[in-house]
């Protein structure tokens, strides 16, 4: 099953902004929209961003997404030791008729 | 509140079979999609089973497809998978996830996961 491509890795200091790419194809972020997901240490992921740029209620303001093109991006500002975690793209497939998903960050708070 | 709660895992012989059970509550089961998510020790997510809301309509991982069979029971908002012909390879924790959409804007997600079931296939 095809991924979406995501670096494996990203890092920052406490109050910086970090940004977490997402690349794909144009038959899935291309033609949908994206969300993403953060996954704490041996817990469950949880849903982070939706439709693309969209927070749920309770997620903080300093989370957003992006896209263009094939390409989607996640954004977290004003850095915080508890954003230590993994963080996953994902997007439905049209050609596949599948949910894909990007190959995980981890983000390290240093 | 949500609820997705997650059952039948367990160690399994390579080319044997489990069934994967996923109660929900706190949400009307009956109107939402749901998916099955697995992540391999150590690795990533891996999407791998989706199904509409009334179960006419079901989504495969090529991975799994002809070995896995969801399937949904709206009278006791459970969700199923029936896992066959397991290999080594399916070693992973299986999570349940409710699938949400809006149509307006043609938004997909996953709004609600479960703590997941281990399933580890080894002799």
């Known amino acids: 099953q095809s991924v979406l491509t995501q670096p494996p890795s990203a890092s920052g200091t406490p109050g910086q902004r970090v940004t977490i790419s997402c690349s794909g194809s144009?038959?899935?972020?291309?033609?949908?929209?994206v969300s993403w997901y953060q996954q704490l240490p041996g817990t469950a992921p949880k849903l982070l961003i939706y439709?693309?740029?969209q927070r749920p209620s309770g997620v903080p303001e300093r989370f957003s997404g992006s896209k263009s093109g094939t390409s989607a991006s996640l954004a977290i500002g004003g850095l915080q030791s508890e954003d230590e975690a993994d963080y996953y793209c994902?997007?439905?497939?049209?050609?596949?008729?599948?949910?894909?998903f990007g190959e995980g960050t981890k983000l390290t708070v240093l | 509140e949500v609820q997705l709660l997650e059952s039948g895992g367990g160690l399994v012989q390579p080319g044997g079979s489990l069934r994967l059970s996923c109660a929900a509550s706190?949400?009307?089961?009956?109107?939402?999609?749901m998916s099955w998510v697995r992540q391999a020790p150590g690795k990533g997510l891996e999407w791998v089973s989706g199904?509409?809301?009334?179960?006419?309509?079901?989504y495969y991982a090529d991975s799994v497809k002809g070995r896995f069979t969801i399937s949904r029971d709206n009278s006791k908002n459970t969700l199923y998978l029936q896992m066959n012909s397991l290999r080594a390879e399916d070693t992973a924790v299986y999570y349940c996830?409710?699938?949400?959409?809006?149509?307006?804007?043609?938004?997909?997600?996953?709004?609600?996961w479960g703590q997941g079931t281990l399933v580890t296939v080894s002799s």
């Open positions: 994902a997007a439905w497939g049209d050609s596949l008729k599948a949910w894909v």
């Open positions: 144009s038959s899935n972020i291309g033609s949908n929209t």
């Open positions: 199904i509409d809301t009334r179960g006419g309509t079901t």
């Open positions: 439709g693309t740029n």
């Open positions: 706190g949400f009307t089961f009956s109107s939402y999609a």
């Open positions: 996830a409710k699938w949400s959409r809006i149509s307006s804007f043609d938004a997909d997600y996953f709004d609600y």
